[in-house]
C-alpha cells in the first residue's frame, strides 16, 4: 500500500527537530510494509529528497529567500505578522495545488493522509480526483479553532469539501468535538504517541521540576515561573525549562524581577541524549498550557506521553486534549489554565510527598503502556487504512 502524508513541514536534514512524531509515525508505518511518501512545502529553496529511507516531494511557492512561511514557525504565526505573509501563503496554495495535481497525475498512492486539513483538504481533493486515492484527513485541533474564529465565513465550503473525505479523524475526543456540526461523518480517535515513549527508566530523580516545550503564548509558561515564584521558598527543587521560542527573553526577564534567577535553569534547544537525561532524573514534570489570542491549545500534548514513559508524575491544567491523558489523582495532577495559585498548590504537594510522586508516575507509565503505545496507535490506523467503507 502506498500512501502520501501531507504536511505543513517535515524534517529537511538529519537531527532537524521538525515533526518527530510524524517521523515516528512513517518509521512505524514503514516497519509494518506500508510505503510512506511525504508532500510537504519547500524551505529556502529545499527541493524533493529521500531522508531516513522516506521519499520527501516539496513544492516551491517563492523565490528562495521568501520560502519561509513553514518550519521555524507555524504558518499561523507567520501570517499574523502582515499582508506580505498573507500573500506568501496564497502563493502557497496555489502552487501547492499545482505541484498535487502533478505529481498524482504521475505517482499514484492508494491514500492521500491530509495531517493539517485547513486549508491542505484542497490538495487531497486534487490527489483524489487527479490521482483516484482515497482521503483520510486528521486533525489536530488547532487547525478547527483558528477556522472557526478566524475564517468563518470559510467554515461552510470548508465543511463541503471536508466531508468528500473517505476517513476523519482526531488526536483526541477534544478535537472529535470541536468538528460537530462541521464534519458529518464517523471520526475516529487516533493519537499520536511520544518518540522515547518505550525508554523506561528507574534512575534516582533529582529534586528538578521540569517543562518542555516551545515558549510560546499557548503553554502557558509564565503561569509557571508565577507559580515557583510563590512556593520556591517552601520546596528544595530547581525549574528547569526546556525549549526555546519568542517568549524565552520576555520568560527571563520575569525570572529576574521574581528574585528566582537561582532557582530556574532556562537550556534552550537541547539534544534527545541530554533531553533523556532530564526526563530521567526529574521529580515531576509540569505542562501548565492555556488558550492563547488564537484560541489555540494542547491538541493532545506529546510531551506529556514522554514524560509519562518515564513513570513521572505530571501536573497539567485542564484543557484541550490533556484530558485525554491525564486523569486528576490518578495518573497525574490537573490543575485549571491560567491559575497560579493553584499550579502553586499541586507543585507543593507533589515536591512534598515522595509516595504520590510514585504512585502517579506508576500510573502514568501505565496508561502510556496501556492506550498511548505505539503498536496500538499503529494498528488501529493500518485497520482504517485497509477499511474501504465509509
Known sequence: ?????????YTRFKGDIITPWLVELITRLKNEGIEVSVFTSSYKGLGNHVI?????????????KFERLTHEETAVDRITRGVFHIFLSFLYLVFGAWSMSRLTKHEKFDIVHIHWPFPHVIFGILGKRFGGARLFNSF??????????KFPILVRPFSV???????????????????????????????????????????IAKKEIIFVGRLVERKGVKYLVEAFQRVHKSIPHQLIIIGDGPER????????????KDRVKFTGKISDDALTRYYKSSSFFVLP??????????????????????????????????????????NGLLVPPADPAALAQAIVK????????RT?????????????????????????????NG
Open 1 to 9: 500500500m502506498k500512501v502520501l502524508f501531507v504536511a505543513t513541514a
Open 289 to 330: 498550557a492555556v488558550y492563547d489570542k488564537k484560541g489555540d491549545t494542547e491538541g493532545l500534548g506529546v510531551v506529556l506521553l514522554e514524560a509519562m514513559s518515564y513513570a513521572k508524575p505530571v501536573i497539567a491544567s485542564n484543557v484541550g486534549g490533556i484530558t485525554d491523558i491525564v486523569v486528576d489523582h490518578e
Open 360 to 388: 502517579l508516575g506508576g500510573e502514568a507509565r501505565k496508561t502510556v503502556d496501556e492506550k498511548f503505545n505505539w503498536d496500538r496507535i499503529i494498528k488501529k490506523l493500518i485497520a482504517l487504512y485497509h477499511d474501504n
Open 161 to 203: 469539501l471536508i466531508n468528500k473525505s473517505d476517513k476523519v479523524t482526531a488526536i483526541s475526543t477534544h478535537t472529535a468535538k470541536e468538528l460537530e456540526g462541521v464534519v458529518r461523518m464517523p471520526i475516529e480517535v487516533i493519537p499520536f504517541s511520544a518518540a522515547m515513549g518505550e525508554r523506561h527508566s528507574a534512575a
Open 140 to 149: 489536530y485541533g488547532v487547525e478547527i479553532r483558528w477556522l472557526k474564529k
Open 350 to 357: 507533589l515536591a512534598r510527598s515522595k509516595q504520590l510522586r
Open 249 to 260: 527573553s520576555q520568560l527571563e526577564e520575569m525570572v529576574t524581577r521574581s528574585g528566582i
Open 52 to 64: 531516513d529511507g522516506v521519499q520527501v516531494y516539496r513544492f516551491r511557492y517563492c523565490f528562495k
